[in-house]
Nanobody, 125 residues
Framework: VQLQASGGGLVQPGESLSLSCENS????????IAWFRQAPGKEREAVSC????????VYSHSVKGRFTISKDVAKNTAYLQMTNLKPEDTGVYFC???????????????????WGRGTLVTVSS
């Protein structure tokens, strides 16, 4: 699976941004998809996960209620809709795929077999 995250950019606090995670080879229908982010000088942080079958979603405490993860099987693309962005949301965002994953231990980066290139999100006034 080759993943490519896109949609990042510079926004002001309170604004929204939507990230996409496209797959160039295999169908995302069989994969749990997670989003991670890494701020400058900090460790990679798990943001959200959507399981492969029922679409159950989980979120980190810091983004719950503001971010929404989804998958469009027909388009073979996953999304992260981000609203009410804060400066602390700044970082490089990565999508990752886990074959037949159910988002158990979703916050562990070593659960995911495939990673895409990240996209930079900067929240600043």
């Amino acid at each position: 699976v080759q993943l490519q995250a896109s949609g990042g950019g510079l926004v002001q606090p309170g604004e929204s941004l939507s990230l996409s995670c496209e797959n160039s080879r295999l169908t995302l229908e069989h994969y749990a998809i997670a989003w991670f982010r890494q701020a400058p000088g900090k460790e990679r942080e798990a943001v959200s996960c959507i399981e492969y079958h029922y679409g159950r979603t989980v979120y980190s405490h810091s983004v719950k209620g503001r971010f929404t993860i989804s998958k469009d099987v027909a388009k073979n693309t996953a999304y992260l809709q981000m609203t009410n962005l804060k400066p602390e949301d700044t970082g490089v965002y990565f999508c990752a795929a886990d074959l037949w994953g159910d988002c158990t231990s979703w916050y562990r980066a070593d659960n995911y077999e495939d990673w895409g290139r990240g996209t930079l999100v900067t929240v600043s006034s």
